[in-house]
């Protein structure tokens, strides 16, 4: 028997948590982020075994590896099941490269395979005698979706997402407004760094602990995790020789994407190299260069918009992966092995300008449509390959929908269709609350949320 996988904080002074503590807690309060105390391994008649097999059972045989001791495996089978009702489409474009689209779930990004993942993890540890947990979430866009979207009909749970009404477009609005049973959105009069600021108040008000908020934050291990099924998939799922060594691009921003291939590569999945692919916040393709790492303050702001970081989170979960320490504010305590490092990846930065050629390119010789964030790994994996003789199996990550970028694509003359998933959103109902900025007044519509 190998020992119960526990959690320390990246910080080193937290205590060591189980999983259901680190799911719950979301973070240390050390300012660290909760890793494995130890990373399993898929050997590789594992990996033989769940080749060409569909995606939930891919995830199921990698997430199982770090949830054993937590749960039955038909208990996991059901929540990948469940959580995976979509389709995970891989495409060739050209030679031995492809492109797998993650832009399949609810609201059509990647993040759906992470948050609908946990939504249920979250319920399988809720007892049905317990009280309703309040999911509370302050978003910019994207993730309040997400979320809201993941916890949408989980018995148990309520969300509570709160928006800047002029800061999300009327789709991304529509997004969270027009779901109705248990979640409840909350447009705000103000910018989405108050809203952030209210919320974390509210975890900490005594007054409300009777409510049971919970987050469901980005960097809760439990974000994190479920994405290194996908990892896996990408590559059993195009069928390499034994032990064949793959290469992946990965578009990368707050580095949960990336971190979770760094973490398949440590479990055994056959890597030649991980491209790091950012756009214009480089902070990383620099470090890999120079070996020093500078935060981008503030960051830019590019096309590829979900990306737009410039201290991204994970780079603690990253640097903990190769032996070295950073903190929130990007510090460096102690250096990675930037050997190893340099061995296993490659930092790569894509402009704006080359990401808006690549659409294009791609479209015109392939017929493959792309957005921004697919865009730029892409080109990372396009650079990459360009400067060598040998043709290895590649895999470039499309982590949002076409549809959802509309204006990105016009250069290229074509008018992307809509999600399924969000086809119809025009014609529905919003209904919504509204709030200024005041903590006070926040705090008395949480109070009386019925
Ligand atoms: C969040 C996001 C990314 C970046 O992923 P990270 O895990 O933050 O690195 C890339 N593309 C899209 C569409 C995203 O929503």
Redesign the pocket.
């Known amino acids: 028997m190998q020992d119960k996988i526990r959690y320390y904080s990246t910080a080193g002074r937290a205590p060591v948590v189980d999983f259901p503590e680190a799911l719950f807690q979301g973070q240390p309060p050390d300012g660290g982020l909760y890793m494995p105390t130890r990373i399993p391994g898929m050997d590789p008649e594992e990996i033989e075994a769940v080749k060409g097999q569909p995606y939930r059972d891919v995830a199921r045989a990698v997430l199982w590896k770090f949830l054993r001791d937590e749960m039955p495996e038909q208990e996991l089978a059901r929540i990948t099941s469940e959580a995976y009702n979509f389709e995970v489409p891989i495409e060739h474009v050209a030679e031995r490269r492809h492109i797998i689209r993650l832009d399949r779930g609810p609201t059509a ?3 759906d395979f992470a948050a609908r993942f946990m939504a249920r993890t979250m319920q399988y540890y809720q007892r049905s005698e317990d009280a309703e947990r309040v999911i509370l979430v302050a978003t910019s866009g ?1 993730t309040g979706s997400a979320i809201a979207n993941a916890f949408w009909g989980v018995e148990g749970f309520r969300v509570v997402v709160l928006y800047p009404k002029h800061e999300v477009s009327d789709r991304q609005a529509r997004q969270m407004n027009t779901l109705g049973g248990n979640v409840t959105a909350v447009a705000c009069d103000t910018k989405f760094d108050q809203l952030q600021a209210n919320a974390i108040r509210a975890f900490g008000d005594k007054d409300l602990a009777g409510l049971r908020l919970t987050s469901a934050n ?1 960097i809760n291990w439990c974000r994190l995790m479920p ?1 290194i099924g996908y990892h896996f998939y990408s590559y059993t799922a195009l069928e390499p020789e034994k032990g064949e060594p793959i290469v992946d691009a990965v ?9 979770a291939d760094f973490i398949a590569l440590r479990m055994g999945k056959p890597v030649k190299r991980i491209l790091v692919a950012t756009n214009e916040n480089d902070e990383f393709p620099g470090f890999m260069e120079t070996g020093i790492y500078r935060p981008i303050y503030p960051s830019k702001a590019c096309i ?1 918009n ?2 737009n ?1 410039g201290n ?1 989170s ?1 780079m603690r979960r990253l640097f903990d992966l190769y032996g070295g320490r950073i903190d929130r504010e990007g510090v460096v305590h102690k250096m990675p092995d930037l050997d190893a490092l340099r061995r296993d990846a490659v930092g790569m930065t894509i402009s704006d300008a080359l990401t808006h050629i690549t659409i294009q390119s791609v479209y015109e010789r392939y017929g493959v449509l792309l ?1 921004p ?1 697919g865009a730029v790994s892409w080109a990372a994996l396009h650079r990459y390959l360009s400067l060598r003789e040998e043709e290895p199996l590649s895999i470039a990550t499309e ?2 929908h076409p549809g959802k970028f509309p204006e990105a694509l016009q250069a290229i003359g074509v008018e992307p269709e809509l999600p399924e998933s969000m086809k119809g959103l025009d014609e529905k109902e919003p209904s919504f609350f509204e709030l200024t900025a005041d903590y006070e007044e926040f705090k008395e519509f949480l109070l009386h949320l019925s």
């Open positions: 990004s990647f993040k994207d980005s994405q578009s990368s921003g707050n580095f949960g994407n990336v971190t590829s979900a990306m970081v991204p994970n957005e964030h982590t949002a």
